[in-house]
């Protein structure tokens, strides 16, 4: 997995709370047997929108997403994961993420920030007052930073110390795990004859 | 102290546990289907990596079938490709699987339990978020994402942060016409769908141990809905007789063994949880949702909600934007709701009881002109052991469609879609926009609401229902 220590990019308001996996990629766009070309479907019943701030020039190249809370609810697709990487999307900033999201979005390397709810709407107007305005999220310092003078935005999220660690290091769970194989092997002998089998 | 059921699944599977970092976690089912698993199949290959279990994996195909002519090809090339994917993949890594046209074919979740394989005491995963579902009997089962499926296919375990605990505590006892669905669909109301995040929750109480396993199943099966990582039910003797007998069971001594160990899995008297929520199953009624999420519902005797009845500005934004997707207003009864398409089935209730019960309803009545029913069984069992009752007959004498097994419209993968605007009563579990059909718009309901519905064309309790004129 690619390391990831900071990012500045521009970020991108997604005015709206339980954005659901559904929304992010339906499920029609998840026949792909490979990880990659699934930003077609990256919210695509809104992008049928123009009003949609993905197509809103101001906010091309985009790649911090700051939404509302509960991102991220529904489905395990990790698709949705993919969906906003081959976007071009690094961050997603959120006051509450889906439990599966977060743990998806920590394996595959997009970071999922969690910001109090008074940090996304300081966000949020600050990037569509000015919009092509610059977040920072720091994962060393656990900060997210944008804007200048009076408008200055520097507060701090949470993510777990081990996503964290795994992130910095750019680190392989299976890898991790595999280092552990005695215990793994230890455990299975101690598992009673009775439980089930498929084979 | 003592521990809840939870903490004794959980520490029956710590593989190893660290301070700072999470539980290494031995899981003892792994189940596979062809929408989450090609990339995590593709990552073992770069690696060079086996599949470590594949006795304790097992692979179906229920996303992407379709539900007529399931004895042809796969009419959609996309899809014919991710399904002969995990066709290879089976092949390639030793993993028994079910193919479409095989006898034990169907979603996933209603496959485990059918076969036996879903047991007390068990760690359950799959790259599927109603994994929940197999909760039911006692087991701590939970989705995961594409990553973590190639994690458990290289290593038979997963790294898991301990969840805190939480009890939904539902006494009293359901009123009859009102089902598990109902209770669970009320229950989400009341919470949101964040309201469990972060717990595994242990549904508990009269109400709770009143219910068949299927209705226990379809309980734990929406615990995703409301945020919660897992949901469980202590297993007692209705948990024992379903699982007796089954193809997979434990047998003779074993049988005597594993049911020794499995009334050990209960919450000690002097356990804490960290939160609960008490309800009272007796006050409830037939449930139904509104909006574009699941904790959008409302009785089926009340009326759409405005956005000016929240307190609090983002849930009255989000009713706003959920009214103008659903094309609905505030203040309109929920029962004048005209309603296109029925659609009976899904993990959450596409097993033989959630038929029968359909069946009873329709039983000599027509569905309406204006209305489709689609009767789709979540299993080729459930569908052959519906036939062999003669429930097939009953909903195609009413004018309903009688189909084969898999997911279907619950999430339309498959051809089985809504049309833009058109409006679903669903026994599924997700009310997402577009989830049916790209601008489709779905009401979740229990069976009986949804075979009511079929009848009257209009959201219903078989209560509203005129008496069947007989000869």
């Known amino acids: ?199 | 102290m003592g521990r809840t059921l939870a903490e004794k699944v959980w520490k029956e599977h710590v593989v190893r546990s660290r301070e700072g970092e999470p539980d290494l976690l031995y899981i003892d089912l792994h189940l596979i289907h062809e929408v989450t698993s090609p990339q995590a199949f593709d990552g073992l290959r770069l690696s060079d990596r086996r599949v470590r279990r594949p006795d304790l994996t097992l692979a179906t195909e229920d996303h992407n079938v379709p539900t007529v002519d399931w004895d042809k090809p796969i009419a959609d090339p996309v899809s014919r490709t991710q399904v002969e994917t995990l066709r290879r993949n089976c092949e390639e890594f030793g993993v028994r699987l079910h193919p479409l046209g095989d006898i034990e074919q169907g979603i996933v979740h209603v496959v485990g339990p059918q076969l036996g394989l879903t047991q007390p005491g068990m760690t359950i995963v799959c790259g599927d978020s109603h994994t929940s579902t197999h909760g039911a009997f006692g087991a701590l089962a939970f989705g995961i994402g594409t990553s973590e499926v190639e994690h458990v296919l290289a290593t038979q375990t997963l790294m898991q942060a301990k969840p805190k605990t939480m009890a939904v505590t539902v006494n009293g006892s359901l009123a009859a016409g009102v089902t598990a669905k109902d209770l669970v669909l009320t229950l989400i109301a009341h919470t949101g769908t964040g309201g469990g995040q972060g717990y595994v929750v242990e549904y508990r109480g009269p109400a709770i141990e009143e219910l068949s396993m299927e209705g226990r199943m379809t309980v734990c099966n929406m615990s995703i809905e409301w945020g919660a990582k897992a949901g469980l039910v202590a297993p007692d003797q209705t948990t024992f007789d379903y699982i007796e007998g089954r193809a997979e069971a434990p047998k003779g001594d074993d049988w005597a063994a594993a049911v020794a160990h499995w009334k050990s899995l209960r919450t000690d008297d002097d356990a804490l949880f960290d939160d609960e929520i008490v309800l009272d199953a007796s006050e409830m009624t037939p449930f139904v949702t509104w909006g574009t999420n699941p904790g959008q519902g409302v009785p089926l005797s009340a009326s759409v909600p405005s956005p000016s009845d929240f307190d609090e500005p983002a849930d009255a934004l989000s009713a706003e934007k959920a009214l103008t997707y659903m094309g609905l207003e505030g203040g309109m009864p929920m029962r004048d709701i005209k309603v296109d398409t029925v659609f009976v089935g899904s993990c959450t209730n596409g097993r033989i009881e959630d038929l029968r019960l359909a069946a009873e309803i329709v039983q000599g009545r027509h569905v309406a002109p204006d209305t489709r029913l689609l009767v789709v069984p979540g299993s080729v069992r459930v569908r052959l052991q519906a036939e062999d009752e003669g429930l097939d007959i009953v909903f195609k004498e009413a004018g309903g469609e009688w189909r084969g097994a898999g997911c279907s419209m619950c999430l339309g993968m498959n051809p089985d879609q809504l049309a833009p605007q058109e409006r679903s009563a669903s026994t599924s579990n997700r009310n997402f926009e577009g989830r049916q059909g790209k601008g489709g718009r779905t009401h979740l309901v229990s069976v009986p609401v949804a075979a009511a519905t079929a009848i009257r064309g209009t959201l219903s309790s078989p209560a509203d229902l005129e008496p069947v004129q007989e000869g």
């Open chain 1, 1 to 199: 997995m690619e390391q990831f220590v900071s990012h500045t990019g521009v970020g991108v308001p997604l005015r709206r709370s339980n954005v659901d996996t559904d929304q992010i990629i339906p499920a029609v766009y998840l026949k792909r047997v490979t990880r990659t070309g699934f930003e077609d479907g990256l919210f695509a019943a809104w992008r049928n929108d123009p009003a949609f701030v993905l197509n809103n020039d101001a906010y091309v190249g985009g790649s911090v997403l700051v939404a509302g809370p509960d991102f991220g609810t529904g489905s395990s697709r990790e698709h949705a994961v993919w969906a906003l990487q081959n976007y071009g999307f690094k961050v997603v900033i959120s006051p509450r993420f889906a439990d599966i999201f977060r743990g998806n979005s920590g394996k595959a390397g997009l970071l999922a920030a969690q910001v109090d709810d008074k940090v996304v709407q300081r966000l949020w107007d600050l990037i569509e007052r000015d919009p092509g305005t610059e977040i920072t999220v720091d994962l060393e310092s656990r900060t997210v930073r944008a804007g200048d003078g009076e408008d200055r935005i520097e507060d701090s999220f949470d993510i777990d110390d081990y996503t964290r660690w795994r992130l910095l290091e750019g680190l392989d769970d299976i890898d991790i795990t595999l280092s552990h194989d005695d215990d793994i092997a230890s455990y299975e002998t101690t598992r009673p004859s009775w439980k089930p089998a498929t084979a």
